[in-house]
C-alpha cells in the first residue's frame, strides 16, 4: 500500500488566486479546490500547484510547483524533511533567476482591496467610474480604459453574480477618500433603491460580487411585491483602521456618500443596511434629498420590525393553509432571534393561539426582554434560551413551523438534515447557504417559504415613503391580503403551487416569477431612470461634471433659440 503523507498548505497572507491541488497516491487521484488563506489537509505523494501568475516551473523527482512570486509563496507545515527541503531549494533557485519577480508583483484590480483600489484610482486621476449596460454593444462597458480588467471579468459569461444588471457607479469620496458604490439592477420598473451596507471587504472582487448579488436580491423582491421601484445596493467598505467608528470621520463618510447619490440625480434612492444607523442616514439625507428609511421626525419609515413580523404570520398562515393543516392556533413554533422583529413575531404567535413558543438569541439582554415583556401574554407556552455564538441547534428542535429570525446562511446541507418542523418561513435574508440546497429541502418534504416574500416589508414601508404617510396606510395594508396578486399571503401560496406543479424548487419559482415581473415598465415613468443613466454618461459624469452646478436661473440665448 502507498505510503501517504499528510500535511496543511498555507498562504502567509490572502491571495486571491485559486490553488489545485492534485493528490496522487498508487491507487487515486484527489482534486481539491483550495482559495485564499484558508488551510487545507490533503493525503498526498506529489503535489502540482499552480497559480494564475504563474511565471515558471521546476521541476524535482518527487514534486512540481509552479511558481508567481514571494506573495503567493506558499508555507507548508507538517511536510516531510525531504519534501520541505526540496521546496527550499527550488524557492531559492527561483530567486536568484528572478529576483525581481519574487520580491514584487502587480496585483490585479479584482484582487485589490477597496483601499487600494481607490490609491489606484487616484493615481490614474479618477475620481468618479461606471460599468454600464450597452444596449447597442450588448455587453457592459467601462468608463475607463485602465478599468479593462473589470470590463472584461464583468462580461464573461461565469460570472455568476452579473444578471441583467443595469450599471455600476463608485467614487471616490473628497472628504474621505472612501470608496462609494451603487449597483442598479434591471430598471424597467423604475428607480433603482437599496439599502447603504458599510462593512469589510478583503478584494475588489468581493466588493463587486456582493453589491451585484444584493441589488438583484432587493430587485426580485421589488417585483414580487409589486413596487414600481427596482433593485439597487449601496456599498461602502469599512476602513481598515477602523477609522469608522470616530464620530468625526462617519459623518464625514455619510456627507460623502449624500454628494454621490446626489450626483446620480435620482436614478439610485438610498436606504439604510448593515452597519449603518438612522442618524448616517440622516447625514447622507443631508446632502441629498434621494434617501429613505430616515428618522421618522424627519419623514422617515423608522423601524419596520413590527411590520415585518406581520408579513412573516402572514405568510406562515398561508403556507399553513397550503398544506391543509389548519392555521397557527396549536402549532409548535421555533424562533432564532429574540431582537425586535422576533419580539414582534413572538407576540403574533402568542396572540394567534400557538400551542408553544421556542426562542433562542445570542444576547442575554434580548432574552431576557423578550420574556420579561410576554411572559404574562403566554401564560406557560413561551421557553426562552441565550444560546452561545453560532449555536444552530434551534434548527434541529421538533416544532411544526421554524422561524429563523437572527441571521443568515443557517440552512445549509448539515442542518437540513437536523430539521423536524414541516414548514420553514423566516425573516432573516439569505437563509440558504446556496439556492441548490433549496432541493434538499423539498427531498425532505419541508415546506420552505422564500424569505424574499415575508420580509419584504421593510422595503416596501421605505419605497413609499415619498407618497406620504398615515396610520394603517392602505397601501401598506394591502400587503396582508389574502387576494391582492401581490400580497405576502397571495404570492406566497401561488410560489409553492407552481414548485409542486412544475416539480422546481421555491426559489426557482420565485425567480420566475420576479423575471417576468420586472419586465414591466413603471406606467407612469417608463424608462425614466435608464433615461437618466444615459444622460450622465452623456454629460461626462465620470469626469466630474454636474449639469446643475452650473446657474440655471437664467437660459443662454441658445437654450431658447
Known amino acids: 500500500m502507498a505510503l501517504v503523507r499528510k500535511f496543511y498548505l498555507k498562504f502567509k497572507r490572502p491571495c486571491q488566486s485559486h490553488i489545485l491541488l492534485r493528490a496522487r497516491t498508487a491507487y487515486s487521484l484527489h482534486t481539491f479546490c483550495y482559495s485564499t488563506h484558508w488551510g487545507y489537509e490533503c493525503d498526498i505523494n506529489s503535489i502540482s500547484c499552480s497559480t494564475r501568475c504563474a511565471q515558471k516551473r521546476f521541476l524535482s523527482p518527487n514534486i512540481s510547483i509552479n511558481y508567481g512570486c514571494q506573495n503567493h509563496y506558499h508555507t507548508l507545515k507538517r511536510l516531510p524533511d525531504n519534501v520541505a527541503a526540496l521546496c527550499s531549494a527550488e524557492k531559492r533557485v527561483f530567486s536568484e533567476i528572478c529576483p525581481g519577480r519574487a520580491t514584487h508583483t502587480k496585483k490585479t484590480l479584482l484582487s485589490m482591496d477597496p483601499t487600494e483600489f481607490s490609491e489606484f484610482m487616484k493615481s490614474n486621476k479618477i475620481t468618479r467610474c461606471f460599468f454600464i449596460w450597452s444596449d447597442s454593444e450588448n455587453r457592459v462597458v467601462a468608463s475607463h480604459t485602465e478599468l479593462q480588467e473589470i470590463e472584461d471579468w464583468l462580461n464573461d459569461p461565469r460570472n455568476p453574480q452579473y444578471k441583467q444588471h443595469e450599471a455600476i457607479f463608485l467614487t471616490l469620496g473628497m472628504r474621505t477618500n472612501s470608496l462609494l458604490g451603487a449597483f442598479l439592477w434591471k430598471i424597467e420598473r423604475g428607480q433603482s433603491c437599496g439599502g447603504i451596507r458599510m462593512v469589510p471587504f478583503n478584494s475588489m472582487e468581493r466588493y463587486i460580487s456582493e453589491g451585484l448579488r444584493l441589488s438583484r436580491r432587493l430587485g426580485v423582491k421589488s417585483a414580487l411585491a409589486g413596487l414600481w421601484i427596482s433593485g439597487g445596493k449601496g456599498l461602502i467598505s469599512e476602513p481598515k483602521d477602523r477609522q469608522h467608528i470616530q464620530p468625526e470621520f462617519r459623518q464625514k463618510i455619510f456627507l460623502d456618500y449624500g454628494d454621490f447619490v446626489t450626483s446620480l440625480n435620482g436614478c439610485f434612492i438610498a436606504g439604510m443596511d448593515t452597519g449603518v444607523n438612522t442618524f448616517d442616514l440622516y447625514n447622507v439625507h443631508s446632502r441629498s434629498r434621494w434617501v429613505v428609511s430616515g428618522p421618522e421626525d424627519i419623514g422617515g419609515s423608522g423601524n419596520a420590525a413590527v411590520l415585518l413580523a406581520r408579513g412573516l404570520l402572514c405568510a406562515m398562515e398561508a403556507a399553513l393553509n397550503f398544506l391543509g393543516a389548519g392555521n397557527i392556533s396549536g402549532m409548535k413554533v421555533a424562533v432564532q432571534g ?224
Open 338 to 561: 429574540a431582537g425586535g422583529i422576533g419580539l414582534a413575531v413572538v407576540s403574533g404567535l402568542l396572540d394567534r393561539g400557538a400551542a408553544h413558543v421556542y426562542v433562542t438569541d445570542t444576547s442575554k439582554k434580548s432574552i431576557g426582554d423578550l420574556h420579561d415583556a410576554l411572559i404574562s401574554k403566554a401564560r406557560g407556552r413561551l421557553k426562552t434560551e441565550k444560546v452561545p455564538i453560532g449555536d444552530n441547534n434551534i434548527i434541529g428542535y421538533d416544532c411544526d413551523i421554524l422561524a429563523p429570525c437572527a441571521v443568515g446562511h443557517v440552512l445549509t446541507p448539515d442542518t437540513i438534515l437536523d430539521i423536524k418542523a414541516k414548514i420553514v418561513c423566516g425573516s432573516a435574508n439569505a437563509l440558504l447557504k446556496s439556492d441548490e440546497d433549496a432541493k434538499l429541502l423539498a427531498e425532505r418534504d419541508v415546506t420552505y417559504v422564500l424569505e424574499y416574500l415575508p420580509n419584504r416589508m421593510a422595503f416596501v414601508n421605505a419605497a413609499y415613503e415619498n407618497y406620504g404617510r398615515m396610520y394603517k396606510d392602505p397601501i401598506i395594508e394591502r400587503h396582508f391580503d389574502k387576494e391582492w396578486e401581490h400580497s405576502i399571503y397571495f404570492l406566497t401560496q401561488k410560489t409553492l403551487r407552481m414548485a409542486a406543479e412544475q416539480n422546481i424548487t421555491v426559489v426557482e419559482a420565485a425567480y420566475q416569477l420576479a423575471d417576468a415581473y420586472s419586465q414591466q415598465k413603471h406606467p407612469l415613468w417608463p424608462n425614466r431612470a435608464k433615461t437618466i443613466i444615459q444622460n450622465l454618461i452623456a454629460g461626462k459624469w465620470h469626469d466630474g461634471q454636474d449639469f446643475w452646478r452650473k446657474r440655471r436661473n437664467f437660459a443662454k440665448a441658445d437654450d431658447c433659440s
